[in-house]
């Protein structure tokens, strides 16, 4: 079988040039970038030393253009599977779970070891030393000196606070105290009777300066320990009380505490507790203790821009959130003077 010449050299006398394939189909792949096709070499002239075409590499539906270059994850191999990403959060979740068991498993210990350490005259007065005086929560609990009956009214509200903060709880705090309330039940009923302890004197009477500091220092711990509450009888003197010392304080937060005590009540009657129905004092100035915006938001809508829900009362303190969400920089620029 005669051969032809080799590439690029001239055809000699006698050979016949070599002609291109004559049949339709070609070596080459018909996928090209931009609208030509394959490099078919013309049959006038020389014959061209045939080409293939630059390999352009096919990752999609259609084909990529020659400078496409492959993704990183498939030129290296390391792309991680679905299942290992999986365990990897898996495992990120339970460490983190480790470390918040580990902490809250420290707040209850030191919790613990500070009330261990607290020596006799810390304890209760027996009956032999006071009036007894019976509430919906028991006789209460009165100690030697108004400001250890608030120390020990702080420690039960710390311990109700770590077990609704317990990492297995619920996120949402009204969720976890219904969900820790047979935990915490005995706990909220103490800081009540420790509260009726720090008893104030009669109206006629002026209230002491650390009296008055007591009764006012015990209104967060009837707060954290009143929300769970679910008798009647209960629910009405924890609101009496609070209020009483907001009249004979002058510390208007009381009113606001009593509201708060109120509102996680009725929230609680719309999903499986008892009923309640607030207590309002309507010639109260703001707004939230007088249910004035709890009226207008009852009423229906009058034009659909209707803004009623969107409050804005002047007088609100509304600054006193920020002991709970505000940084140090925000608590030093309040105006105390203002």
């Not at 001239?10 to 016949?16: D, F, V, Y």
């Not at 004197?201 to 769970?228: I, K, Y």
């Not at 924890?238 to 010392?245: G, Q, T």
């Amino acid at each position: 079988m005669a051969m032809g010449p080799p590439p690029g050299a001239a055809p000699s006398q006698g050979q016949h040039t070599s002609k291109p394939p004559t049949s339709s189909h070609t070596a080459y792949p018909r996928h090209t970038s931009g609208s030509q096709g394959a490099h078919v070499p013309s049959q006038s002239g020389p014959a061209a030393p045939m080409q293939p075409p630059p390999a352009v590499p096919f990752f999609g539906m259609a084909p990529s253009r020659p400078n496409n270059s492959m993704p990183a994850s498939y030129a290296s191999g390391q792309s991680q599977s679905p299942s290992t990403l999986q365990d990897d959060h898996l495992n990120d979740l339970n460490a983190a779970t480790d470390a918040a068991m580990d902490e809250w498993t420290q707040i209850r210990h030191a919790l613990n070891s500070f009330a261990s350490r607290l020596g006799p005259a810390f304890q209760p007065l027996g009956p032999e030393f006071h009036q007894p005086l019976a509430t919906p929560f028991g006789d209460a609990v009165v100690y030697r000196s108004y400001d250890i009956g608030c120390l020990w009214a702080v420690w039960h509200m710390a311990v109700i606070i770590a077990i609704r903060s317990h990492p297995s709880m619920p996120p949402a705090a009204m969720m976890a105290a219904g969900v820790a309330a047979q935990q915490t039940a005995s706990m909220a009923h103490e800081v009540a009777r420790i509260a009726a302890g720090i008893a104030p004197t009669p109206r006629h009477v002026p209230l002491s300066p650390s009296l008055g500091a007591a009764l006012v220092e015990s209104t967060m711990p009837c707060f954290f320990a009143g929300v769970q509450y679910r008798d009647a009888a209960q629910r009405a003197w924890i609101v009496a009380r609070i209020l009483d010392i907001e009249a004979r304080t002058g510390w208007a937060s009381a009113g606001l505490i009593a509201r708060g005590c109120e509102t996680a009540w009725v929230k609680a009657a719309a999903g499986r507790g008892p009923p309640y129905e607030r207590v309002r004092d309507v010639r109260h100035a703001d707004e939230r203790i007088n249910g004035a915006w709890e009226r207008e938001s009852e009423e229906p809508p009058r034009e659909p821009s209707d803004r009623r829900n969107i409050h804005r009362f002047a007088p609100t303190r509304v600054h006193w959130a920020i002991g709970i969400i505000g940084m140090e920089e925000d608590v030093a620029r309040i105006d105390l003077n203002g």
